[in-house]
Structure formats: structure tokens, C-alpha cells
């Protein structure tokens, strides 16, 4: 079994070999008049990670202009893997779905991420499965992104975590700094692999591989 740290070298390399073209991230979050129509470094990484770690189903939290959520599908989609497939994303705020018409294997929720009526319907959506992979990009401060990190890997035990951003700003600097503490050798700053995937704002990756090993209760 690769290490964290050798997954994401291998999955960066690869995804930078994909064909990702016309995958944005969509309108800028600061400045309404920017738009982006091309991929970011950060969407190659997704989409070599979902391609080369075989990753089934993945929560995302955060859809925006669903750039990073055709990016793993496309990912998955270019892996050898036959096994089915499913990306749940989930946003309060539902911008352009349309985007997804071509990927059956997305679904959005529209909703709060801290609503438990969202946490029910992805639940749902992933029939009380553990998922393979959870991706956290909602929102840049402490308490809100933690509520995020708490909730859901407590509902959907995840193998890994890609949480985003996590340089920022103070607070998340913050928040990435106890994860460390907490999660000791499985927190990854990806910069350490390459700083190029993520500059300045900062990706990290949890390895939550046999984290969670116990059997769910059945039914
Ligand atoms: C930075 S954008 C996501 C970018 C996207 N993952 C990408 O890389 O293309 C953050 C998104 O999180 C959503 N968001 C923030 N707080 C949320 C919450 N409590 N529940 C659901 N969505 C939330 C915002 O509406 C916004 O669309």
C-alpha cells in the first residue's frame, strides 16, 4: 500500500496528464467580474488523487461552480477501476447544476452543511456507507470548517481527508496545526510533496485508513 505522501506525488504527476480542459473554477470568490474557465493546480491534484488512490464514493462539501466536483469524477473516470462510482457535493447555494449533465455519477444536495436534514439526505444518497474520500472547501475559519471536519467524518468515516485553504488565514492556519497534533503522522501538508499544488492557500491531507476499522451494525 503506497504512503499518503507517495499517493499524492503520483497523483499530482498524473493528474497533470489529464485532460481537464474547460474545467473552471467558475466566478472568482472576491472579485464578481473575474471568471475562470480552466483548471487550477489544485483540480489536477483532485482529479490524479481520484484517478490513482480508488476512491469510490467521495462527499464533497462546497460545490461552487462544481469545478473540483467534475475534476474527481473525471479522475475516477479515467482510472482502470469497473467498480461503480458516486460523488455526493453538497452547497447551500445551488449556482449552475447543469454543469453536471454529463456526469451521472454526481449528485447535489442543496443545502447547510450543519442542517441535519443535508447530513440525512447525503446519508441517504450513500445508503450509511463509510466514503472513500471526504473534500472539505466551504468556508475559511476554524469553528465553521471543524463543524464540517466533526460532523461528517462522524457520519461518513472517510479513508481521507483533502481539506482546503488550510493556510489562508490565521484561524485555519490554526485549525491545521491542532489537526496535526491530533492526527500526528496522518496529517499531510501537501506542500511538503509540492508546493505547486496548492500555492499560498494551503491543501492538506488526512490518511484515515484503518481509522475507523469496526464493522457498522447492520441494517
Ligand atoms: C470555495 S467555494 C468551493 C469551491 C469548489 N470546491 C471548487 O474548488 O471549485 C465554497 C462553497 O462553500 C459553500 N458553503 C459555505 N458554507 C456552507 C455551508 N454551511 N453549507 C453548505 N455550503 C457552504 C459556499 O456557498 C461556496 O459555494
Known amino acids: 500500500m503506497p504512503t499518503a505522501r507517495e499517493l499524492a506525488q503520483e497523483a499530482f504527476e498524473f493528474g497533470k496528464t489529464l485532460d481537464l ?7 472568482d470568490t472576491q472579485d464578481p ?43 475516477q473516470s479515467a482510472a482502470d477501476a469497473t467498480a ?16 453536471f449533465r454529463e456526469y451521472p455519477t454526481i449528485t447535489a ?40 471536519i466533526g460532523i461528517y467524518s462522524t457520519l461518513f468515516r472517510p479513508s481521507f481527508m483533502i481539506l482546503d485553504d488550510i493556510k489562508y488565514n490565521e484561524s485555519m492556519t490554526e485549525m491545521w496545526s491542532d489537526l496535526c497534533r491530533v492526527y500526528g503522522e496522518r496529517a499531510l501538508d501537501l506542500d511538503e510533496v509540492d508546493p505547486a499544488i496548492r500555492p499560498k492557500c494551503g491543501f ?12 457498522g451494525r447492520a441494517g
Open 21 to 27: 480542459k474547460g474545467i473552471g473554477y467558475g466566478r
Open 109 to 148: 444536495i442543496e443545502g447547510n452543511s450543519l442542517d441535519p436534514r443535508t447530513m440525512r439526505a447525503a446519508l441517504g444518497l450513500f445508503d450509511y456507507r463509510p466514503v472513500d474520500l471526504l473534500y472539505v472547501d466551504a468556508f475559511i475559519a476554524y469553528a465553521a470548517s471543524i463543524a464540517f
Open 204 to 215: 492538506g491531507l488526512i490518511d484515515l485508513r484503518g481509522w475507523y476499522d469496526s464493522p
Open 84 to 99: 461503480p462510482t458516486k460523488i455526493v457535493t453538497i452547497d447551500q447555494e445551488q449556482r449552475d447544476t447543469s454543469v
Open 33 to 75: 467580474d473575474k471568471w475562470y474557465d480552466n483548471p487550477t493546480a489544485y483540480y489536477k491534484f483532485l482529479a490524479g488523487f481520484a484517478a490513482k488512490s480508488g476512491v469510490r464514493d467521495i462527499l464533497e462539501i462546497g460545490t461552487w461552480y462544481g469545478g473540483s466536483t467534475r475534476c474527481l469524477a473525471r479522475g
